[in-house]
């Protein structure tokens, strides 16, 4: 810290500095810039992070190696031509004649406190955050005038935390109980948990002596403690709802498709999975056209992937019900083992195509970055806009089965299909269309899951018990159902993750799902019909 090494002489110039916020550059910080003491301009340079813009030419000097000192006297010089710094007058001296200063690394960290300080005020947003994050391990005592401006206007809660926490770690080490009490109160309304870390030893014993020794200042960093405790618990459960949402838009379009075919045919499709990575890689696919002939449109490859995920999955699906599935028809082990065969030629047609390494996509500018909600909490964009687009699928595919004569027909099937047969319902060309739509929505799970997970010949095997334990969870056959299992195991996962760790949390949803399904068979909401079992 600056005030433990500097004389008496300097600290009297600082505290000088803590008058009117905008005024002109002070006569004494130019003195001290022209000074031939290492030390003064040192602390002189440093001084300019309260000036505001008064001191951004001099720090911009600084930076291009355009500052130097004549006779005593701080000076630009710029084209040749030497200017005097306060009183911008233009001095009869020859460029030549001024000795430039030569940055070393301590004038450096100086340079960088004066440029964070005066943009903490001047810059954009992200420069400002990059000045208050410089500040925070690299504040004095000079500069709480600054600090005390940007708490009271800084609209950024980011920002606004980050200056608090710089304005506190100069109270903290004040002899004066009331500017600790002030500090530790301005710390209660932080929600980062490194402001724990300041106030803890507060509120600690170094042995039998408290480390403070003032009780006031203990109660209000215990009160403050308990504040930002809470805080940042409401805002850890927001975070995992969230995260728990996320998990469910992914797991509802992995369930979506599988709902419609199993409910529609009873098969048990195991290469439901495989699916998702059809859909995912037809994405790769798509970026890489969208990266080699439209590079100006790139951020738009996620969109024109949309219909070609869907298509190229459905196509698969078809193929895989008309040359395999329609013979299996009632046979349900049958099936199984054929799907799960099937599953294997498709991870090993992707190893092929692809190789086996992961890949990984990269996300549109506008599904890049986070919003922040709250102090403390940010939502990355990219799993926003994921559980919005599984929210639309949703609605697309209940209207399909609402509103269309196909949906009706899919429905008719799906609760008798011998009496749908005998009123002229082609239930073998309703087979076919329900593989198809089920597996174009997989493709679009895989589409979405290339947004934030890595593709490979695998990734679907990770999917393929959770979607079945979503459908057999929500009901067969049953929308409604399968966005609250897909939601209810999200959430209820991740906040299990956080209590037991991640593989005791999927043994203990295993367990409730099978107390579940022997209590309620159906699940959640079960089919309605005269011949439903």
């Known amino acids: 810290m600056i005030a433990r090494t500097l004389p008496p002489f300097l600290l009297l110039m600082l505290f000088l500095l803590a008058g009117p916020a905008r005024a002109a550059l002070d006569p004494d910080i130019v003195q001290g810039l022209g000074s031939s003491d ?55 001296v020859a460029a030549a004649d001024v000795a430039l ?103 600690s014993r170094d042995g039998d002596a408290w480390i403070e020794p003032d009780p006031a200042v203990r109660a209000a960093a215990q009160d403050s403690i308990a504040k930002i405790e809470r805080r940042i618990a409401f805002t ?23 709902a419609i075919t199993f409910g529609v045919m009873g098969v048990i499709n195991m290469a439901h999975g495989e699916l998702l990575m059809v859909g995912a890689y037809a994405t790769f696919v798509v970026q890489g056209l969208f990266r080699t002939h439209l590079p100006a449109y790139f951020d738009f490859y996620v969109i024109a992937a949309i219909p070609i995920a869907f298509f190229v999955a459905a196509a698969v699906g078809v193929l895989m019900e008309r040359s ?41 500018s506008w599904m890049s970055g986070s919003v922040e909600i709250m102090a403390g909490l940010s939502l990355p964009w990219n799993r926003i806009i994921i559980l919005g687009f599984s929210v639309f699928v949703l609605v697309l595919i209940w209207l399909m089965m609402q509103k269309t004569r196909l949906g009706m027909f899919v429905r008719a099937v799906t609760q008798n299909r011998p009496m749908a047969g005998c009123v002229g319902v082609p239930t073998a060309r309703v087979d076919t269309l329900a593989f198809a739509i089920g597996a174009g ?34 009901g067969v056959g049953q929308l409604a159902g399968a966005v609250w299992a897909a939601f209810g195991l999200g959430i209820f996962s991740k906040f299990l993750e956080g209590w037991t760790g991640a593989v005791i949390a999927k043994i203990l949803v295993l367990v409730f799902i099978i107390i579940f399904i022997q209590k309620r068979p159906q699940g959640i909401f079960a089919l309605k019909g005269r011949a439903v079992d």
């Open 441 to 474: 929505v997989a493709g679009l799970g895989g589409l979405a899951l290339s947004q934030i997970a890595n593709v490979g010949p695998a990734m679907g095997q990770g999917y393929i018990v959770d979607s079945f334990m979503v459908v057999v969870l929500g």
């Open 324 to 364: 395999v599935l329609r013979y299996l028809y009632g046979r349900p082990l049958e099936s199984l083992l054929a799907t799960w065969g099937i599953s294997l030629v498709l991870i090993q047609a992707a190893r092929v195509s692809f190789g086996p390494q992961n890949l990984e996509l990269t996300n549109p």
């Open 101 to 203: 200063l030569r940055l070393n690394n301590r004038l450096r960290r100086a340079v960088a406190t004066a440029r964070a300080g005066i943009t903490l005020e001047v810059g954009n947003e992200p420069e400002r955050l990059a000045a208050a994050r410089t500040l925070v391990g690299n504040s004095a005592e000079f500069m709480l005038p600054l600090f005390e401006r940007v708490i009271e206007n800084e609209e950024v809660d980011a920002i606004r935390e980050l200056v608090i926490q710089a304005a506190a770690r100069v109270n903290l080490a004040s002899n004066d109980p009331e500017r600790r009490i002030e500090a530790v109160t301005l710390l209660g309304t932080s929600s980062d948990a490194a402001v724990l870390t300041l106030l803890t030893p507060l509120v």
């Open 236 to 258: 850890d459960n927001i975070r995992t709802v969230f995260t728990g949402l996320s998990l469910g838009s992914i797991l509802l379009l992995a369930a979506l498709g599988l």
């Open 38 to 92: 290492f030390g003064i301009r040192t602390a002189a340079i440093e001084a300019l992070a309260a000036t505001g813009a008064d001191g951004a030419e001099v720090v911009a000097a600084l930076e291009a190696g355009e500052f130097g000192a004549v006779d005593g006297q701080a000076v630009i010089v710029r084209n040749g031509v030497v200017t005097a710094i306060g009183s911008g007058e233009t001095l009869d």
